[in-house]
């Protein structure tokens, strides 16, 4: 069985204003992260980006949003001169909606921010956010699109663990092991489903792996084609995922299955 090696790729693409730039997540140590009031930063380029799941932009250019959920958000708009940045934020999603609010403060502003289920641009989901200023209740408004960026730890090789509950033995395989790769600097992933090779372009939703479309090459394999096709039924049906430790779990109604991290 041969997996391909991938050499790290530095996800650089650092805050900016350019959309195209916003789905690959900057890898660091959360706990290094010093910023906590809107003195720590003077422009978009110092503004924090450490493993950021969803930024936002104004079409002009002249505010930018970002949020690691549950921790970091921080927000500057150029206009009205507002730095915001906070450690701590506060998230609920609507039951089956997947629209998320969020919620920051810190000693100067307080911030509230919705992400719809909306479309906007390509690939984006639009937002809404609200900044009240606490010394005298000024409030701004401003509407724009943003990416759910994924999450960095996805960016590896996988291999086939479980399928429904059910370890999977390499001897059902004759060829080669089902394996696959996701690549966040392309955005794109590849692989080996058990008889046919595949690959794709990727997305994310809130919580949710969207691959499309899966291509996949057509031979039949009887000794393999019934677990393959079950594989491939739970990549293109926009699984919601999960990391956790060497694991990546993948869930549609009725269906798991669990990819190994390739070490």
Request: hydrophobic share 35%; net charge negative; aromatic share 10%.
């Amino acid at each position: 069985m041969k997996f391909k090696i991938i050499i790290p790729i530095a996800l650089s693409c650092l805050i900016g204003i350019n959309l195209s730039c916003s789905n690959t997540k900057q890898t660091a140590n959360k706990e290094e992260v010093s910023v906590s009031t809107e003195e720590d930063f003077t422009s978009f380029d110092d503004m924090p980006d450490v493993a950021v799941d969803y930024r936002a932009t104004a079409e002009d250019g002249s505010w930018l949003f970002s949020i690691t959920f549950d921790e970091q958000m921080a927000f500057m708009d150029r206009k009205n001169n507002i730095k915001f940045s906070t450690l701590e934020s506060k998230k609920e999603v609507a039951a089956g909606a997947n629209v998320v609010h969020a919620y920051g403060k810190n000693s100067v502003y307080e911030i509230k921010a919705t992400i719809d289920v909306v479309d906007c641009n390509k690939n984006g989901k639009r937002i809404d956010i609200m900044v009240r200023r606490l010394s005298d209740n000024k409030v701004f408004d401003y509407s724009g699109c943003g990416m759910y960026r994924g999450d960095t730890d996805i960016h590896n090789v996988w291999s086939l663990y479980e399928l429904n509950g059910e370890r999977i033995s390499p001897e059902k395989f004759p060829r080669e092991f089902p394996h696959f790769e996701f690549d966040l600097a392309q955005l794109k992933m590849s692989g080996f489903a058990g008889c046919n090779q595949v690959n794709g372009n990727i997305r994310f939703d809130y919580n949710s792996l969207i691959i499309e479309p899966l291509i996949s090459t057509r031979m039949y394999c009887s000794e393999t084609s019934e677990i393959e096709n079950e594989i491939l039924k739970i990549l293109r049906s926009s699984p919601i995922y999960k990391i956790k430790d060497l694991y990546l779990y993948l869930e549609i109604p009725g269906s798991s299955l669990i990819l190994r991290k390739v070490e």
